[in-house]
């Protein structure tokens, strides 16, 4: 949780809704004491989380589909799969 001024985030507004957007919680202080915090919106954050868990799961469900079932080592020596040493 990073602090930031109140007259930064006067000046800086639009970034820090930015990183506010991205899951970052800023506290805003005065004179050094807190004052507001900016917190990502719950319910937008919780609907990024779900698309992201079902993208996920479609994936998984591609792979298998492609591949057939594999054991954790076996997805674990793909992911150096095509890289150079």
């Known amino acids: 949780?990073?602090?930031?001024?109140?007259s930064d985030a006067k000046t800086h507004l639009s970034e820090l809704l930015d990183e506010v957007e991205r899951g970052e919680t800023l506290v805003?202080?005065?004179h050094g004491r807190r004052v507001a915090r900016?917190?990502?919106e719950v319910e937008r954050r919780?609907?990024?989380?779900a698309e992201a868990l079902d993208d996920i799961k479609a994936l998984g469900k591609e792979i298998r589909e492609r591949y057939g079932p594999?054991?954790?080592d076996e997805i674990l020596s793909l992911r150096h799969e095509?890289?150079?040493y």
């Open 1 to 6: 949780m990073r602090q930031v001024r109140a």
């Open 28 to 30: 805003i202080t005065r």
């Open 38 to 40: 900016l917190v990502p």
């Open 46 to 49: 919780q609907a990024e989380i």
């Open 70 to 72: 594999m054991t954790v």
């Open 82 to 84: 095509g890289h150079k």
